[in-house]
């Protein structure tokens, strides 16, 4: 008898162990894992939960981030989506190089996270990959059209192999001689390369060519200032203020035009509003020293040397004075 009732309680205890454990009792056990971040406990536990419960949301959404993380872009794919993780299935469509897609749904999240790093982060990243494809489809497809030898150029000019991009700046001018961009281009290698001349040159072309631009603008007054003609540069810098207010470079010319032209009150208001946009750079360095200078001038001592003091801040090194 005792025998017999042995063996009945044998067989409930193994009927029992025997029982498989529930989708939640496996969701629960995967989402400690997950939570440590033990993504390889996890994923079976998940796997396991949705083969008794395919509707589980959560453990869709779990799975979907734990074979992200673990390399699986695509398997991800579709657990993401059933589980609404818009920002996670963007990264994974990145990752499986679907980019215009990734783009696309990079570009919602943003507009709910304006400011978030990750997520500015990885739209540029999106944006960057995008762009090189369309590039490399070009050059494969359009190698000899203005657009490819422009890329080339853009290339080279990028590596600072100013001598190799304008040749291809100026087959582009040959295939399409009225395409915006490219006086601006071969300005901007000439300039850098002293021919003050021949960069007015292209500039003044490019500056017909698209006379709203306010960088060809800005480098035109910028070179006619280092040739001395004041109120020349003068004018193209203000021109070049009115299309892009408040950029630094050309309020940097603007300020030391007016100076040129004696009109320091001007060259003071354009300088002064330059540190108000930003005060940390070089570039708000050397605007501090033309201050201090122009306040000399004017007899306002205790204004020029707190300017002063604040170009040694932000030059500590006490590097060549900008002229």
């Not at 309680?9 to 496996?26: C, F, I, M, R, T």
């Not at 087959?171 to 006086?183: D, E, R, T």
């Not at 500056?207 to 003068?234: D, F």
Request: hydrophobic residues 40%; proline residues 5%; charged residues 25%.
């Amino acid at each position: 008898m005792r025998f017999l009732l042995w063996v009945c309680l044998s067989l409930q205890a193994a009927g029992a162990a025997a029982q498989p454990e529930s989708a939640d009792a496996l969701l629960g056990r995967a989402r400690t894992f997950h939570q440590k971040r033990d993504y390889r406990n996890a994923i079976p536990e998940l796997r396991r939960a949705l083969a008794l419960r395919p509707d589980l949301t959560e453990a869709h959404g779990l799975l979907g981030e734990a074979l992200l993380s673990q390399g699986f872009a695509a398997e991800a794919l579709p657990h993401l989506e059933r589980a609404g993780l818009l920002y996670l299935h963007a990264l994974a469509l990145l990752e499986t190089n679907r980019v215009p897609e990734a783009l696309q749904e990079l570009l919602q999240v943003r507009a709910r996270r304006p400011d978030d790093p990750e997520v500015l982060f990885h739209l540029g990243k999106a944006a960057g990959q995008l762009m090189q494809q369309s590039f490399n489809r070009l050059m494969r497809l359009h190698p000899e059209s203005a657009r490819g030898f422009e890329l080339q150029g853009q290339n080279l000019l990028g590596q600072g192999r100013g001598d190799l991009a304008e040749p291809a700046f100026r087959s582009a001018l040959k295939v399409q001689p009225s395409q915006p961009g490219i006086h601006l281009a071969l300005g901007r290698i000439l300039m850098e390369r002293g021919d003050l001349d021949a960069a007015e040159k292209e500039l003044r072309a490019e500056a017909a060519l698209s006379p709203g631009n306010a960088e060809t603008a800005w480098r035109l007054g910028s070179i006619l200032l280092k040739k001395g003609q004041g109120k020349e540069a003068l004018s193209e810098l203000q021109r070049s203020d009115r299309l892009n207010p408040e950029m630094l470079e050309t309020l940097f010319d603007l300020g030391r035009a007016y100076a040129m032209e004696n009109q320091s009150e001007q060259a003071l208001k354009t300088f002064a509003q330059m540190i108000q946009i930003e005060d940390r750079s070089e570039l708000a360095a050397a605007a501090h020293l033309q201050l201090s200078q122009i306040c000399r001038k004017l007899g306002r001592n205790e204004e020029a040397a707190q300017h002063l003091k604040r170009y040694r801040e932000l030059n500590p090194k006490g590097g060549a004075k900008p002229q």
